[in-house]
T-cell receptor, first 110, second 119 residues
């Protein structure tokens, strides 16, 4: 079983749509959780951290369910500029390397 | 915010040559840097953990004699792909852990990546 699993997509949505991505992780000892965004041929960039209580940053909402080992990302009112690959990322312990999912590709069209 | 600079951003070389990639933390000290590799449509895979002043720790399946890592200072780690072959063509990305007064943040800052093409 892969450590971090995501549906690769692609998700093709029109502008203004709401889209949700899901992710599961295998190591129950994981401590930190993130969503990164990666544009084509670029390095990944942190989109947001994910906290147990759930957190929101503008149009983006992240949720964590430790019992189910499940992470989600909700994007509301999609913009063309949201088109990218979204990486679910887990950290077992601070100071160690991040573990990446394969990514979910989002394409927003006008 | 913290910045990690990676150089070169892309390189094309002939099979059998060696290529060195540099990773620098520009405004913070990084005792630990991580080297990842990403093949097309694949996830970032950790290759090795680079520790300042000591030997790197390699992930299973990564040849330490082929991928030489040197972390001689708190701001610089280098990855040398020795005797590169076409199957080594990939996107290599370094990252550094930002450590604040309270300890590790868990967030990594990434270099811009180096795209290697071996002919």
């Amino acid at each position: 079983r892969k450590e971090v699993e995501q549906d690769p997509g692609p998700f093709n949505v029109p502008e203004g749509a709401t889209v949700a991505f899901n992710c599961t992780y295998s190591n129950s000892a994981s401590q930190s959780f993130f969503w990164y965004r990666q544009d084509c041929r670029k390095e990944p960039k942190l989109l947001m951290s994910v906290y147990s209580s759930g957190n929101e940053d503008g149009r983006f909402t992240a949720q964590l369910n430790r019992a189910s080992q499940y992470i989600s990302l909700l994007i509301r009112d999609s913009k063309l500029s949201d088109s990218a690959t979204y990486l679910c990322v887990v950290n077992i312990q601070a100071g160690t390397a991040l573990i990446f999912g394969k990514g979910t590709t989002l394409s927003v069209s006008s | 915010g913290a910045v990690v600079s990676q150089h070169p951003s892309w390189v094309i070389c002939k099979s059998g040559t060696s290529v060195k990639i540099e990773c620098r933390s520009l405004d913070f000290q990084a005792t630990t840097m991580f080297w990842y590799r990403q093949f097309p449509k694949q996830s970032l895979m950790l290759m090795a953990t680079s520790n300042e002043g000591s030997k790197a720790t390699y992930e299973q399946g990564v040849e330490k004699d082929k991928f030489l890592i040197n972390h001689a200072s708190l701001t610089l780690s280098t990855l040398t792909v020795t005797s590169a072959h076409p199957e080594d063509s990939s996107f290599y990305i370094c990252s550094a852990d930002l450590i604040l007064a309270g300890g590790n943040t868990g967030e990594l800052f990434f270099g811009e990546g180096s795209r290697l093409t071996v002919l």
